[in-house]
């Protein structure tokens, strides 16, 4: 039988519902600026500031629907993988909040060498602008995921499984295991895993899709034969942890596939893949156009499937630090108009040095 990632994982992986009878969280803009400009900075918060953080966005996220309505215009971003310097490469390319509208599509977290500080910047930007920061939720904001790393296949476009290996739940090896992930990053920086279990409760309130000017959806990953509507996306509850299968999985861990018709059986050990014909009938039943997805490597930055109708976009540059891919964002203005922008890793000069990951003995 194959071994799932829970099984490996410890006690600490299970959901815990935020206090129960605590009140509204009181944080004044001018701490929210303070925090935004120390996590600009890529400085760490307090813990305490952190907890309060998290509570506030939770109060934010809580009102939102699985299927965020949003305006354009808009810029539509991928994944970010904790690569904090890129980031600020992304924002000069593409404008700082306030001025521009941002929607993410997930993967904020792991493999990069700054988790912790990428996920709370956006995350207080959303608190102190939530109509102009958009976040929706990604396969690796999970619990089970965030505490693994991948150390093979990084550079590939899909993940597969190594040869004659048992896949695991989430379609990882053992030999694919590390503890190298925001887990044990908010172990190292904190010195306890309070910061990752605060982050990790604002994973479960983060919405699964967003649809905008009611033509474009966008998703982390793609659709689901369980579901063929917006509005079965809509009664989702999605205030839990990534289940390993079933319609919310799928929005999350599923991928287009240019040969395939119909459904297929994903590498990834989660979700599908999918075809144009798929594309094609949720395209027309719910109205939309486009379907805008992350959650595969693109070295161009970003890819269009099936005659335009479906794109994937990358917005993590030299990937892991070592794939050499660019990465891009896509603006769509008022008439959804799309203009992409591609950029580039930050510069050696302007990144900080990374402290050493050692291997902790406290996993596995």
């Not at 500080?117 to 959303?126: P, S």
């Not at 925001?182 to 649809?211: I, N, P, Q």
């Not at 009664?235 to 299968?245: F, G, L, N, S, W």
């Not at 999985?249 to 798929?278: H, I, K, N, T």
């Amino acid at each position: 039988m194959a071994t799932s990632i829970a099984d490996l994982a410890s006690s600490e992986v299970r959901p815990d519902s935020p206090t129960a009878g605590s009140g509204p969280i009181e944080m004044s803009i001018d701490d929210l600026d303070k925090h935004i400009e120390t996590l600009m900075k890529c400085e760490l918060i307090s813990e305490q500031d952190v907890k309060s953080l998290c509570s506030k966005a939770r109060e934010i996220l809580v009102q939102e629907g699985n299927v965020q309505v949003i305006d354009s215009p808009v810029t539509i971003c991928g994944d970010i993988h904790g690569q904090f310097y890129d980031l600020m490469e992304l924002f000069k390319v593409g404008g700082q909040i306030p001025d521009t509208n941002y929607l993410f599509l997930g993967d904020f977290v792991d493999r990069g060498f700054y988790s912790v500080e990428t996920f709370l910047l956006l995350l207080a930007l959303k608190v102190r602008y939530p109509d102009r920061m958009m976040l929706i939720r990604g396969n690796h904001e999970s619990r089970q995921i965030t505490q693994t790393t991948i150390v093979r296949a990084h550079c590939r476009i899909a993940l597969v499984c190594a040869e004659n290996e048992p896949a695991t739940s989430y379609g990882l090896t053992r030999r694919m295991l590390k503890v190298y992930g925001f887990y044990d990053e908010c172990l190292r920086k904190y010195g306890s895993a309070a910061v990752w279990k605060a982050c990790t409760e604002v994973f479960d309130y983060l919405s699964l899709s967003a649809v905008i000017d009611g033509k474009a959806f966008c998703v982390h990953g793609g659709l689901s034969p369980s579901i063929q509507t917006l509005d079965q996306i809509r009664v989702i509850d999605r205030k839990q942890e990534v289940p390993h299968d079933g319609p919310m999985c799928d929005l999350l861990w599923s991928d287009p596939e240019d040969s395939s018709v119909g459904w297929g059986m994903s590498p990834r050990g989660a979700g599908y893949l999918f075809g144009a014909d798929v594309v094609k009938t949720f395209c027309d039943t719910n109205g939309v156009d486009l379907i805008c997805r992350a959650h595969q490597l693109v070295m161009e930055g970003y890819k269009w499937h099936f005659n335009d109708t479906v794109l994937t976009v990358w917005s993590a540059p030299n990937y892991c630090y070592r794939c050499g891919n660019v990465a891009a964002i896509l603006e769509l203005d008022e008439q959804l108009n799309k203009e992409f922008t591609i950029f580039e890793a930050a510069p050696q000069e302007n990144r900080g040095a990374p402290a050493k990951k050692p291997q902790p003995d406290y996993f596995l």
